[in-house]
């Protein structure tokens, strides 16, 4: 019985693992002073950037230039009169770490 817990606790860790750094990631780089995963704060929430982004032509790469450049990218739509902080306004972030955030987000 032991023997077989082992293995679903490697699972269950490694399918909380990237989860969990991208959250990480995510408040590092300062996203969850404006964005929450299931709720609207100053920005929308990721369940509806995702619900968004999926319907688009390369939704990945769109939301990595938004992610990268804020409201500037003009690349996909922008939820109500917030704006989105460019590189300037906040910590850089970069291809990388916005690809890792993308796919996160639309996960």
């Known amino acids: 019985m032991k023997l077989m817990l082992l293995p679903a606790l490697f699972l269950a860790a490694g399918a909380s693992g990237p989860a969990l750094a991208n959250a990480k990631l995510a408040e590092a780089k300062q996203c969850m002073q404006c964005h929450a995963v299931d709720k609207h704060v100053i920005g929308p929430s990721f369940r509806d950037i995702k619900a968004v982004y999926k319907r688009m032509k390369s939704p990945e790469r769109k939301l990595v230039d938004v992610i990268r450049m804020g409201s500037s990218a003009?690349?996909?739509?922008?939820?109500?009169?917030?704006?989105?902080?460019?590189?300037?306004?906040?910590?850089?972030?970069?291809?990388?770490?916005?690809?890792?955030?993308?796919?996160?987000?639309?996960?």
Do not use: C, F, K, Y
């Open 74 to 107: 003009n690349l996909g739509p922008h939820w109500g009169t917030a704006r989105m902080p460019d590189g300037s306004e906040r910590p850089q972030i970069n291809q990388r770490e916005a690809r890792q955030l993308a796919r996160w987000i639309l996960s």
